[in-house]
């Protein structure tokens, strides 16, 4: 689950991370009394959408006066933003920051992630901030530090000193690193983040180390122990038919091919999109119904599915366990019956009664394309969608 670049500020800030004075306005009136508010000679003000790349793209502007922030933010609020991150079709600006300007010397990159190959969190750090990190990872991967955290003794101040004298810290600004970096550590652990990213963090010239800006994602499988980041969630930021899938505990990712795939678990969904691939094909999305998906998500899954207009054909792979095969089939049948969809439909079935499924999809009087194995199946619904791409 991703948040808003202020919402992640609030949450940096409960933790005792220092980060900048700020208002989120979301009527274009409001941004002038904000900046008077603020009192600074300048005010910087900042689209707020789930992407970064906003100052290239013009979401990030400087204001000298409370009336340029107000011009600022009227042109802002309304607009398609178009970053990298975005892809073309962009996102419509709702909110704007308006933020205070700060004297900045010099602009780090810190981020906190899970290190899935060590299985524990990992500091990662580079002098090169305000930089997209995944170029500077390509151009110059020496210069991107790492830390790995061990679960079982957490954050020590050896770990920042480390990482502060290898950006080239003052030995005053190492010292104060130990708390910043912290209480970044704590924000991670605490609210069971996937990654929490400041870039840049600035040195000001006061000697300050401050989070000049934020990215924080949940682990939308730790949400049920945080409650009370239920009302962060933006829906106008997420995939239509992502939001619709959540609606019904189907696990949906839209992408931008032209097999839709229905599988039951994420290892089986993501050796399909392999499969299929494989096939000469590309994968219209993934979705797993679950293990335990009754008739009724199954029906659902196939109303989503046939939203997405680039979808050509359809790969059904299901292992049948708790959701049987006979099951499955009887919720095919009842969708396709339902729908009326005319997308040729590719099932591959194997487990608990896949003989009374496979007798259900070719008793129905429905042309269902029944497959015989994982690589069958990906080559007839390559063939049916059109063939390899």
């Given at each position: 689950m991703k948040i808003h670049e202020y919402q992640a500020k609030a949450i940096l800030a409960r933790f005792g991370v220092p980060v900048p004075r700020g208002e989120v306005v979301v009527k274009k009136g409001e941004a002038e009394a904000a900046a008077e508010r603020l009192g600074t000679p300048v005010v910087v003000v900042k689209a707020q959408i789930h992407a970064g790349g906003r100052g290239k793209a013009g979401g990030v502007k400087v204001a000298k006066s409370p009336e340029e922030a107000a011009t600022l933010a009227e042109r802002m609020l309304g607009m398609k933003l178009v970053t990298a991150q975005t892809g073309p079709e962009g996102r419509i600006v709702r909110r704007v920051l308006v933020e205070e300007g700060l004297d900045i010397k010099r602009e780090l990159y810190l981020s906190?992630?899970?290190?899935r190959a060590m299985g524990a969190p990992m500091f990662m750090a580079s002098a090169a901030g305000g930089m997209?990190?995944?170029q500077v990872a390509k151009d110059n991967p020496e210069a991107i530090l790492r830390e790995t955290i061990r679960p079982e003794t957490g954050f020590q101040a050896y770990h920042a000193r480390k990482l502060a004298f290898?950006?080239?810290?003052?030995?005053?600004?190492?010292?104060a690193a130990v708390p910043f970096m912290h209480s970044l550590y704590r924000a991670f652990i605490e609210t069971d983040s996937s990654l929490l990213e400041i870039n840049p963090c600035v040195v000001t010239g006061d000697g300050r180390l401050v989070a000049l800006d934020a990215k924080v994602n949940f682990d939308d499988n730790a949400l049920y122990r945080h409650p009370e980041f239920k009302d962060l969630r933006d829906l106008d930021e997420e995939t239509p038919l992502e939001v619709e899938a959540s609606k019904y505990k189907l696990n949906y990712i839209k992408l931008d091919g032209t097999i839709a795939c229905m599988v039951n678990g994420a290892g089986l969904a993501m050796a399909t999109m392999d499969i299929i691939k494989l096939s000469g094909g590309r994968p219209a999305n993934f979705l797993d119904?679950?293990?335990?998906?009754?008739?009724?998500?199954?029906?659902?899954?196939?109303?989503i599915l046939l939203s997405d207009p680039n979808v050509?054909?359809?790969?059904i792979n299901v292992f049948g366990g708790i959701l049987r095969c006979d099951?499955?089939?009887?919720?095919?049948?009842?969708?396709?019956?339902?729908?009326?969809?005319k997308v040729p439909v590719v099932v591959r079935m194997e487990g608990t009664n896949v003989r009374q499924g496979q007798e259900i999809l070719r008793n129905s009087g429905l042309n269902f394309a029944v497959a015989n194995g994982m690589k069958d199946g990906a080559e007839k619904a390559v063939a049916l969608a059109g063939g390899a791409l």
């Open positions: 906190v992630l899970v290190d997209e990190i995944e290898g950006l080239g810290l003052s030995a005053e600004l190492a010292h119904v679950g293990g335990d998906a009754s008739e009724e998500r199954v029906k659902n899954a196939f109303r050509k054909a359809v790969f099951m499955l089939a009887s919720g095919i049948v009842s969708a396709a019956k339902e729908l009326r969809f």
